[in-house]
Structures are given as structure tokens and as C-alpha cells.
């Protein structure tokens, strides 16, 4: 699956990854949880070789019998019902996003699908574009299940100026965190940005692990990062649509934005995601001093990403004026 290299991934039948990847995340998700909390007597005390629930403690907790479990976390998914689904999900107190994902990886072990392929460039719709322009007051942007950024608004494109001054396109949110130099200053609690997009990733890839361009990003990720590396050997998944993020902007300084994400009914895969400031703070300020820059900087185009050189001018002399 993602992040597994081999060279004749896209001819062979890759529901043995989906296998792998239950065996893998159940096996995480069992570590994590005690007999204790699970209120089960510890029997081996020091002894025990796991650090949390055996299989058949999982088993005896979901109301299966423990040779089921067994074939379950082995990755034979036929004809799995919602109820041991839902006995196992509470067994091992998932939380939503891990449920779901256990779904997606059940589902994708028990189904025949063509060997992957890589997928039509996705594309904005015009209306869409046209509503991320109309937030002049906003940063707005169109982001894929990978974490592209597939379209922006000119608010937009100044807040992740640093983001578009990577050469590749589309511009790749978990590119920039794990590849970028600037990240854990661009960031200012990158430890936790960094564990949400290994985290959307994880999910992404349950979803649809036939994504070529999202397995080959991994691979790359896995390749040349340790951070994420270490990050995806978790298993950790989690569903992100609202919260808050601590930027530092080379040009107009510290900013607090809280966030929303929506889906795009109409464009599977697609999600708006947008940034807002609270009234009277200086995040807001900040904000309305970097759309009077973003106005007033040639390289910022109105309808289409900036381009490489176009996007690391301001970049480097915003950090020159610092």
C-alpha cells in the first residue's frame, strides 16, 4: 500500500496491502490499550509480552471468538458484519476517523479492483473559483484528498506564499511541512501540523489506495523524511475540518487563524478550506495588511497559481525585511 516501494506496484493485486495495513492498524490500535482501561484483570503481570490487549482480549471484548479475531487482523475481510465492526471499534475505543478507516481498509481487502492507475488531473470548477475570488477578506483555498492545493484565492496565495515558491505543481501542503526548510518556522506548532497531515494522509490512503499520485508522494515522503516516516509507522488517522493554526508570515508576521474545512459536494475529493480572524485581534490586522501587500505585488496573479519564480521573489524579500 502507500508508502510500500515496489517496482511492479501497478500490475499486481494490491489487496494484500489492504491486509498488511489491517494487521498493522490493528496491531497499533491494540498497543495502545490496556487490560486495565479495558477493565480486564492483567494476567502475566511483567511477563506479558505485549504492552496492551492480546487478540484474545479483543476478542473476548467484541463477543467473538478469538480465532475470528485472528483471521480478522490477518486481513480476511469476507463478510464482516456492522455488529463485529462496531464490537471490535469499541473493544479498542476507536474514535470516528479510526472507524472509518478501519471501514475503508476492510472494505478495500475485500474487494477486486483494476491495478492502479494514475488519475485525471483534477480540476476547480470556474463557479468555484469564482466564489474563493469573491472572499477578498479571506484566505480560501480548494484543496485534494493529497493535500494539493488545487486553487486559491489572492488572499490565499499571499498567506502560503512559501507553499507556492516549491517549483512543483500543484502546490503540496505535506510537501512543504516535511521537505521544506521554512515549515517549522512558517508553522508555529509544527510537531502538531505535522502529525494532522500524516494523519489526513493515513485516512486519504485507506480511502483509496489505488491513487498512484498519492502512493508515489508517500514513497517520496518516506524516502527523504524521518519525521514522517516515524509518523506513518503510527497508524494514527483523524478527521481535520475545524480548528486553529499559529502561522508566522515572513512579511506580515504572527498570525492565530482559526479554520473550517467543507466538502465540495459536487467534486469528489475536493475540500474548501478557509481562514478567518477574530474581530479586533491583531491577526486581523495582520490580514488586512496582507492583502494591501498581496494587492500591491506584481507576481500575484489574479486567476492562476503563481508560478516558481514569480512566488520565491516576495518570499525571499519578505525574510530579508524581517
Sequence with gaps: MAGRNDPYGANRDIRGDFRAEIREFLGTRRARVTPEQAGLPSYGGD??????????????????????????????????????????????????AERIHLLDLLRGAGTTRPPRRKPAQQRVRPAVQRVLDSMTGTPAFVLSGRLDIL????????????????????????????????????????????????????????????????????????????????????????????????????????????????????????????????????????LKLLASWAATTDDMDESEPVDDSESAEPAESAETSD
Design 47 to 96: 511477563r506479558r509480552r505485549v504492552t496492551g490487549l492480546r487478540r484474545e482480549e479483543v476478542a473476548l471484548l467484541a463477543g467473538i471468538s478469538s480465532e475470528y479475531y485472528t483471521r480478522l487482523e490477518r486481513g480476511n475481510a469476507t463478510g464482516v458484519s456492522e455488529s463485529v465492526i462496531e464490537g471490535i471499534a469499541q473493544a479498542l475505543r476507536l474514535d470516528e
Design 151 to 286: 486553487a486559491a484565492n489572492a488572499l490565499g496565495r499571499a498567506l502560503f506564499s512559501l507553499v507556492y515558491a516549491d517549483p512543483a505543481r500543484p502546490p503540496n501542503n505535506a510537501r512543504f511541512v516535511f521537505l521544506d526548510p521554512h515549515a517549522p518556522e512558517f508553522f508555529r506548532d509544527w510537531d502538531e501540523v505535522a502529525n494532522d497531515v500524516v494523519a489526513m494522509l493515513r485516512a486519504e490512503a485507506g480511502r483509496d489506495a489505488y491513487d498512484r499520485r498519492l502512493t508515489d508522494m508517500i514513497g517520496e515522503l518516506s524516502t527523504r523524511s524521518e519525521d514522517f516516516r516515524r509518523r506513518w509507522a503510527a497508524h494514527n488517522v483523524r478527521i481535520h475540518t475545524t480548528g486553529l493554526k499559529r502561522l508566522h508570515h515572513p512579511v506580515v508576521g504572527d498570525l492565530d487563524l482559526p479554520f473550517e474545512t467543507f466538502p465540495l459536494g459536487g467534486d469528489a475529493g475536493q475540500s474548501l478550506l478557509t481562514y478567518t480572524a477574530e474581530p479586533a485581534s491583531r491577526s486581523q490586522e495582520a
